[in-house]
Nanobody, 118 residues
């Protein structure tokens, strides 16, 4: 089992910044990926940013150039630095971890609210 604990959400004005953190503990595979997803009211959950254990990153187009995902492998922690925030970034942000073994296992954090006021 894997536990994910998120922190760093909150209320910020448009143009501001927030940094999300997610710490993973438990049985973490050497080959894995961690990412951030978000879900706004009435919308489907979408992938925001993702980073593999090898450091490869992926971003949704709407956050490219504004958000940066990074990870500390020694601490099993992933970060999402969010700059130039917009009201449309308002959502619950969820941390995600996929363990790539014979069978891929997926884990989710409890979610942290990010609200961007205009």
């Amino acid at each position: 089992q894997v536990q994910l604990v998120e922190s760093g959400g909150g209320l910020v004005q448009a143009g501001g910044s927030l940094r999300l953190s997610c710490s993973a503990s438990g049985s973490i595979a050497s080959l894995n990926a961690m990412g951030w997803y978000r879900q706004a009211p009435g919308k489907q959950r979408e992938m925001v940013a993702d980073i593999t254990s090898g450091g490869a990153t992926t971003y949704i187009d709407s956050v490219k150039g504004r958000f940066t995902i990074s990870r500390d492998g020694a601490k099993n922690t992933v970060y999402l630095q969010m700059n130039s925030l917009k009201p449309e970034d308002t959502a619950v942000y969820y941390c995600n971890l996929r363990n790539y073994r014979v069978v891929t296992s997926t884990y989710w954090g409890q979610g942290t609210q990010v609200t961007v006021s205009s």
